[in-house]
């Protein structure tokens, strides 16, 4: 992988002379420091001493020019990371892998205003489970909106797989307007992933627990301890999860693991791969094995293979029980049905994709050296027949695998989630041996593999998870940096590495970073696709889409109301005053301040800041908030915007009194 | 700046037959698709074409080659950025601009398990003011510690302008082990500056309110607000601020803005700019001119000369009263005394700086066009010799403008924050005519303004602080970004600007959009000064620095123990398990988990989640945790690693049931 620069290469006179002092100064600053390196080079050089300089390759020249967009151009995809334990989604530019902005979702965010007073803490609020309030989540598998099986851009979905819930951000502001607890389970992992026309949200459970959370002992595991598969119903038209339309499928206390809907021919169905059919429980203090070798016995754990279309007609058809007020289809049904099939999955399965053409499921193995193919049409015919090999103990009808699958494809150690190009080759992650493996999903080989660093967990790729990849871009997602970067204490950033997938080889062309979270899986789609609003509405709720009923469009508007010990304070920002900016109260007085941005310029946002009550929004162009407190304690208190929104941005402030009773 | 390259460069046959396939791809992929535009440019290639490809320009590849940092190589600086309303601090590696690492310090962090249920949980308490607890902030000034005026990078400084507190973050492990309300202010600005040798992390207030928080009404501002300048007293042994030998300077109610503590000759002074010295309290709602034209009127403001070493003095002479527990040295006799002085400052002054070399202070004007000199020693002669023009209304002595600076600089209209280099040049920004101008320190001219994007609020310069900065590199930290990345809704990401100084003229590198909160300052210190550890020792507790008293070393000592309704769980995590794995209680039980990690290997980290239970603590390699919560809720609750540890890592869980009562 030469890449030749010729000496007649000469970086214009001045410019170079500037290049080159700079860069030795890397060099040379420990010994001499910048002075002394200044100007030690002369007036000109050469790409190749800048290069020689900073220590580059020509490689990473070649990287750098393909990873380097300037300011004023904007990047050519965007990747929708999850956040992992940070509870957040984190959107990157790529090629550049510049972090473009941390959504807040399931955990509090300032800088928005996101649960600090405000109408966002309905959202959070509504994220409750158990009456208990929650304030982060383990964010696993973001999903945008499709049509007809194409990202649209329109919403994306992740799910929080710590307490079983699932949020839905609107990408006209970015912005996250709800969150949906799972009322079944304890914990989710497969999800949230959607069918080709984002009618459901699909969340799969992963530890199993008694359906509705309710306490049994783990001696009834087997008896009473469940997975469940919902379908979250999506109403485009609202952007909202209708949690009255959706329903779930009741699953086996096989440990269910990753989902993917069926397109294309597989349309109407879901997979979900899963692992801990021994239904090992561990007992580590009394010296039973622990569950990581409990459940690696088996040889073969089960495909799950769910025909949700016909789920859904059963459920209208009245044949769902009720949970905690959702509708679950009971296994038996689900069994007998024909909703449920099972079929074999070597070693540790993890991962199940779709490709793209929706005929076939690959599904890796944490302790296999193969990837497995699974042939939709096989396997529907099989159902279709009634071929079943068996049942198992909660009857449900199992295929045989050989008759089920396509082929096997060798990897290597531990391969676990697979991505697709626009030119017929898959990308398999391979965390023990720490690559990405490219295989041909043609003749099913190996055609080559590249190391990553370190351990790569998933793997994304350009609009990968379409019935239409861009191909170009694939990106490692490595759950260890060790070497990689400056260190920055024992808690390690994880490593997004950008693959160039255009050549004959795949290349590295830039690591990236991650330090918040730990990202799971991730999405990337392209720039030209997301229509993001740069302002509201004059007086807009983000979380209605409508003008506020309380909003104040005019400063004249602007006014404090006494009902008793209730004081509604209607208000107005703008650049740079508020209006009012003294606001007095008595000590136990409930306060709302109904706050409209008069702002409609893009970029020209505001905040409100109230110290020491814990209250703080940020006001985007034409944006209302809604903030309602007790003043609980008397005192002096200022207030002010939070943004340097202007020359005299300090002055943007006011004071809020709480007479003591 | 052109910089030309010859057609001679020939990036070699194959590698580039790649590039260009993949760079062209950008063009063509709107019309074609990808796959069109692969191979369209045959199997050889140049540089520029790759350039023209992605639309380069040279000066485009030169910053590309000089800010371009391969995987495995580390940055050359390190940025500690204040969150600005995030309330957290961000890590930023130089030059390749990646942010690194977001600290948790005001808001939990729930990755880092910052505030969820651990031991950090007593950080953040202990941070409530009014006895209540405060989940953000608005952080702004970032200050390293600092040895004979040099960054040491042991520990980092943050002010909380929101809520008035001071936070201090270990940069062994980057962990925040202290935060530190302020009983006096309601609000903070200028802060966290630290003196030559961190004798103490100075903290200056900002609106003026009662000291103590006490309430009085707007009427009495003039006779009842104040301001202060805290001194806290920094135990660089113990690692913590000592709340106990620090004290304050009550100021008058002109609302004080930046501060900068002497250095060098001028080391036990400290300097604060102020605005607003007309008392303006705005009034909107009842027609009344806002703060900010309020605050507008007076041609000049004060800046403080504050003799802090005096100060020191006095309040150990037992001239201090105590006001909510906290030494105050009274306006009264800090004026009588001289250890508070005024002199002018022009048009809404912003920004306060002192020189390296420690002899002057240099401050701009919001509404003015120069950046104002002032000079330490004849400030210091017109205190010694007692040479006032006069007193202001709470008789603080008052110096002659003309007698007590070096000179006035012609910057351009909107001066604010000046930094500096190793050559004898200063930085500042400037906020309305958005550039930023180098001007000379010897003579005081500007020498040169570059055009930054948009509305630069602070700047910072490499190791700029010190009594000898790098020179090398100046950030620009633009406020406004429009249109300079790709969309992301109506809240646009600040902009920092890698500004290249080395040459004759200065160039912008690249953009760095920073995508959560909005920082104000930042500073830059060399990798090589910072000494993170990589691993705990065996069972440390990161809060108390020693081995905890309840930790478990080893698997076998393990153990659950019962008192009555309290429930003690001695726990381990190794890959890929817990001892134990299966925890029941009873409800109403109180449940203390001692969790110790065994690992010892770099970037080994597990972490542990509690379903349901708002539990989430991160393990680095060797830390221990003590989590305690009530089992309120009964049911069955997995636990589990929240990190990618191992290929098994889904495997190590466990079960916590609560028994219903």
């Known amino acids: 992988m030469q890449l030749s620069i010729g000496k007649a ?3 214009g006179g001045a410019v170079l002379g500037v290049a080159v002092a700079a860069a030795s100064c890397e060099n ?45 151009k904007g990047d050519e995809y965007m990747i929708f990371a999850s956040g992992g334990h940070s509870g957040q989604v984190l959107v990157i530019g790529v090629p550049s892998m510049r972090l473009l902005k941390v959504i807040g979702v399931f955990s509090p965010e300032p800088w928005q205003g996101y649960g600090y007073g405000g109408e966002s803490d309905k959202v959070l609020a509504a994220g409750a489970q158990n009456g208990k309030k929650i304030s982060w989540a383990d964010v696993h598998h973001p999903n945008l909106s499709e049509t007809k099986g194409d990202y649209d851009g329109q919403f994306l979905f992740v799910n929080d797989k710590a307490n079983g819930r699932v949020a839905v951000v609107d990408l006209t502001d970015f912005v996250t307007k709800q969150i949906v607890p799972n009322p079944l389970v304890a914990s989710d992992h497969g999800g949230a992933f959607v069918d080709p026309n984002t009618e459901y949200v699909i969340e799969t459970s992963q530890y199993p627990a008694p359906l509705g959370r309710a306490y049994e002992p783990l001696s009834e595991y087997k008896n009473k301890y469940r997975g469940v598969a919902m379908f979250w119903k999506f109403d485009r038209q609202k952007g909202r999860i209708d949690v009255e339309k959706s329903f779930a499928v009741e699953l086996p206390p096989y440990t269910q693991d990753l989902a993917d809907a069926g397109k294309l021919g597989s349309d109407g169905w879901a997979f979900i791969n899963s692992f801990n059919t021994e239904m090992a429980i561990g007992g580590t203090l009394e010296g039973k094995p622990p569950i990581e070798s409990g459940a690696s016995k088996n040889d073969m754990d089960y495909l799950h293979v769910i025909n949700w279309k016909k789920a859904e007609q059963l459920v209208k058809d009245g044949k769902a ?48 050296t ?208 508020f209006v009012p900016d003294q606001i007095e109260v008595n000590e136990g007085d409930t306060v709302n301040i109904h706050l409209t941005s008069l702002e409609s310029a893009e970029d020209q946002v505001h905040g409100f800041a109230l110290n020491m009550y814990n209250v703080n929004v940020s006001l985007e162009p034409g944006k209302h908030e809604n903030i309602s407190f007790k003043a609980d304690v008397p005192g002096v208190f200022p207030f002010f915007c939070t943004e340097f929104c ?11 009194l709480v007479k003591p009773k």
């Open 9 to 11: 290469l000469v970086m």
């Open 28 to 72: 040379k600053a420990e010994q001499k420091g910048p002075q002394a390196a200044s100007g030690a080079l002369g007036a000109s050089a050469s790409l190749k001493q800048l290069m020689d300089s900073r220590g580059l390759s020509e490689a990473d020249v070649e990287a750098a020019v393909k990873t380097y967009v300037p300011g004023g």
């Open 321 to 368: 029980t009720t949970i905690k007020g959702m509708k679950v289809l009971p296994l038996k049904v689900s069994g007998e049905e024909g909703v449920l099939t099972l079929v074999g999955e070597p070693k540790s399965p993890h991962g199940c994709d779709v490709t793209p053409d929706g005929t076939a499921v690959v599904v890796g193995g944490k302790l296999d």
């Open 370 to 577: 193969h990837a497995t193919v699974y042939d939709f049409a096989k396997m529907k015919a099989l159902i279709d027949q009634k071929k079943f090999e068996g049942k198992d103990d909660y009857g449900v009808p199992i295929m045989n695998f050989k008759e089920a699958i396509r082929g096997q494809v060798e990897i290597g150690l531990g391969p676990l989630h697979t991505v697709f190009d626009d030119k017929g080759f898959a990308y398999t992650s391979v965390f023990i041996e720490s690559v990405v493996a490219k295989w041909s999903l043609k003749d099913m080989k190996t055609v080559e593999k590249l190391p990553v660093h370190y351990n790569i967990g998933h793997i994304m790729a350009a609009e990968g998870d379409t019935v239409s990849p861009d191909g170009k871009y694939v990106v490692a997602m490595n759950k260890m940096s060790m070497d990689r970067f400056s260190k920055v204490g024992p808690l390690y950033p994880q490593n997004f590495q950008l693959v160039d997938t255009t050549g004959d080889q795949m290349r590295i062309l830039i690591d990236a970073p991650i330090g918040i979270g730990e990202p799971h899986y991730s999405q990337m789609i392209k720039i030209d696709k997301l229509k993001p609003i740069s302002a509201y509405k004059p007086g807009e709720n983000p979380y209605t889409g409508h003008v506020d009923p309380n909003a104040v469009l005019k400063e004249k508007d602007a006014k404090i109301v006494r009902n008793g010990t209730t004081v509604d304070v209607y208000m107005t920002a703008i650049r740079s005053h």
């Open 646 to 656: 202007s020359a005299l941005h300090l002055e943007m402030a006011g004071y809020f």
